[in-house]
């Protein structure tokens, strides 16, 4: 199994991005997929989860309003639309499948497996 990000780099305050998330090795349909970022020093943090395509997403409070998350079901892979971007959304975001309960979906023990990471950074 493997989740591969890619997508990030540098923008500036108020531009977008989209990350992508391609798996291998698992039906990305059958899993719910999360967003998380870490910055050094912190714990990582989710940034929302999607449970199923055309399902409910949970999303952070920071997220909310300004991200969303959308998959190819055909292409295995998901997405990770950010807008309105703000220096404090400056981290390594992660991609992770599980299958996440409302109570638990920020707990990186949820997830089964991880990408390496895409570095975004926000700044002017």
């Known amino acids: 199994v493997q989740l591969v990000e890619s997508g990030g780099g540098w923008v500036q305050p108020g531009g977008y991005l989209r990350l992508t998330c391609a798996a291998s090795g698992l039906t990305l349909n059958s899993y719910a997929v999360a967003w998380f970022r870490q910055v050094p020093g912190k714990e990582r943090e989710g940034v929302l989860v999607?449970?199923?395509?055309?399902?409910?997403?949970w999303h952070s409070d920071s997220a909310k309003g300004r991200f969303t998350v959308s998959r190819d079901n055909a292409a295995n892979t998901a997405y990770l639309q950010m807008n309105s971007l703000k220096p404090d959304d400056t981290a390594i975001y992660y991609c992770?499948?599980?299958?996440?309960?409302?109570?638990?979906?920020?707990?990186?023990?949820?997830?089964?497996?991880w990408g390496q990471g895409t570095q975004v950074t926000v700044s002017s």
């Open positions: 999607n449970r199923s395509p055309g399902g409910m997403t």
């Open positions: 992770a499948v599980g299958r996440p309960i409302a109570s638990s979906w920020r707990d990186t023990r949820t997830y089964h497996y």
